[in-house]
Structure formats: structure tokens, C-alpha cells
């Protein structure tokens, strides 16, 4: 069984652009969270996608969003890019049902310049 | 509120046992996990603990659970340098939502 995928597995961007992730969870998962994890602030949740549906929501702003697709594949997207938005992001798939554990993938190294 | 919590950071010899402490806020917590995170990758699940239980063993890794405290332990026994990693306890709310919570993570140094 595969596992869960992330790409790229890093990128550069500039502020003020924006950029797209992309998250491929487990066969059969059909919820995709996302975490923003940085040294200062540690693991931070972003939101969760339950069948194409934002289930949870973290604390972060507006220029955070996501989708999710038919197939259970995930994008997130930050517009207006801050430097502060550097860090690795993590997504994390699960059954999303009776408590089952996530599974997370290798993580999208952001780094803006 | 939900809040997680652990030590920074842990310093242990080779073959020595570690203990990582936590302790979390909410009551309703049905399962809480522990992950490992080696340098530049995810994370990887380790072991978890559904709430009604005290104690879980699972190799090297000895899971107590403390639910009057909210304090969660993970001991590893004969611990390796291979276990150095950034370990992570997290607990899963269900109560009017669903969601993981993540503490800070403990970093693990084993000293050769």
C-alpha cells in the first residue's frame, strides 16, 4: 500500500506570490489534514477534508485555504505570500472515521524569500 | 481548552531508558498517539493508547496513561542513538468536532 505523497518536496518563492501543495492520502483515506510546523511555533493544524468537505478549521488566516478532490487528493494554497510563511508543511491522511490514526507524508519545504 | 504539552528537549546515554512526558487538557480524549520525527521527514507513528486503558507495551516502547492526571509517558527502553528524533504526543478531540492536537514535541538526544 502506498503511502501518502507530497509535492514538491520543496520550493522557493518570493512574497507577495502565491503557491499550490499537493497531497495524495492512502488508498481508501478519506480525510486529508494539513500542518504548518516551524521551529518556533511547532506542529500547527491548518484544516481537515473529510469527502471534499472542510471539515476543521486552525487558526490561520484567510490567505490559507484548500480543496479537496473526488479522489480524496488535497491542494492547499497560500496566497500573498509572508516570510513568515516558511516551513515545512505536512499533510496527513486517515480513514477519518472510529479514531484511526494519520498517517503523515514527507512534508512540502516552503521557503520565501 | 486544548493545550498539549512537553519538555523541550531530553538527553539520554546509549542503552539507558528514556522517558518522555505529556499532559493534555481535554478529558474526552479518546485515543492519544505518540509520533517519532527523524530530521527531514514526517512523522511516523509509533504507538497509541485508547483511553481506558493504563498501559500499553509495545516492544521497546512502554505507553502509561494517567487519565485523573491527563499525563501520558512513553518509555523506550535500551535506548539507541537510532532513537534520537523529535518525539510528539498528540490527542484526538471528538467532542463537537474532530480534530488532532499536537503537543510541542520533545527532542531526543542519545549520547554514544
Known amino acids: 500500500k502506498a503511502g501518502v505523497t507530497q509535492t514538491p518536496r520543496y520550493l522557493i518563492k518570493t512574497r507577495g506570490q502565491q503557491v499550490t501543495l499537493s497531497c495524495s492520502p492512502i488508498?481508501?483515506?478519506?480525510?486529508v489534514s494539513w500542518y504548518q510546523q516551524t521551529p518556533g511555533q511547532g506542529l500547527q493544524f491548518l484544516f481537515e477534508?473529510?469527502?471534499?468537505?472542510?471539515?476543521n478549521k486552525g487558526n490561520f488566516p484567510g490567505r490559507f485555504s484548500g480543496r479537496q478532490f473526488s479522489n480524496s487528493r488535497s491542494e492547499m494554497n497560500v496566497s500573498t505570500l509572508e516570510l513568515g510563511d516558511s516551513a515545512l508543511y505536512l499533510c496527513?491522511?486517515?480513514?477519518?472515521?472510529?479514531?484511526?490514526?494519520?498517517?503523515f507524508g514527507p512534508g512540502t519545504r516552503l521557503t520565501v524569500l | 481548552g486544548e493545550d498539549v504539552e512537553q519538555s523541550l528537549f531530553l538527553s539520554v546515554r546509549e542503552g539507558d531508558s528514556s522517558v518522555i512526558n505529556c499532559t493534555y487538557t481535554d478529558s474526552s480524549s479518546t485515543y492519544l498517539y505518540w509520533y517519532k520525527q527523524e530530521p527531514g521527514a514526517g512523522l511516523q507513528l509509533l504507538t497509541y493508547?485508547?483511553?481506558?486503558?493504563d498501559m500499553k507495551q509495545d516492544q521497546r516502547l512502554t505507553v502509561l496513561l494517567n487519565k485523573k492526571d491527563k499525563h501520558l509517558s512513553l518509555r523506550i527502553a535500551d535506548t539507541q542513538t537510532g532513537d534520537s528524533a523529535i518525539y510528539f504526543c498528540?490527542?484526538?478531540?471528538?467532542?463537537?468536532?474532530?480534530?488532532?492536537?499536537f503537543g510541542t514535541g520533545t527532542r531526543l538526544k542519545v549520547l554514544a
Open positions: 488508498s481508501g483515506h478519506r480525510s
Open positions: 496527513a491522511s486517515s480513514s477519518g472515521t472510529d479514531y484511526n490514526e494519520q498517517f
Open positions: 498528540a490527542e484526538i478531540i471528538t467532542s463537537g468536532t474532530y480534530k488532532y492536537i
Open positions: 493508547i485508547f483511553s481506558n486503558m
Open positions: 477534508y473529510f469527502s471534499e468537505t472542510q471539515r
